[in-house]
């Protein structure tokens, strides 16, 4: 009987989980705080929660930032070339 009760309470708990999709809503939350951060951000504590919640959220780029925050920036692409219109180009009479 306490099998069929802690399979309910677990499925109960799933269940309820699913519904509200906690891990769903922190990263809306994180992703809001990264784009549109206001003053408490500037802080150590407000970076330190919100590096927090980065990690909780995404692990993996988390980590890929961390190894790679030092790296030089990359390199630029050759400049826009644009075609000039000549006498010979523009003569149409």
Do not use: C
Request: proline residues 6%.
């Amino acid at each position: 009987m306490l099998d069929l009760a802690v399979t309910a309470a677990l499925l109960t708990a799933g269940y309820a989980l699913g519904r509200i999709r906690p891990w769903d809503r922190l990263d809306t939350w994180v992703r809001r705080r990264l784009t549109f951060g206001g003053t408490w951000t500037r802080t150590r504590r407000g970076r330190l929660f919100i590096l927090t919640a980065h990690a909780l959220v995404y692990p993996a780029a988390t980590v890929h930032a961390w190894r790679h925050r030092h790296d030089p920036p990359p390199g630029r692409s050759a400049p826009l070339t644009f075609r000039t219109a000549d006498t010979e180009d523009t003569d149409h009479a």
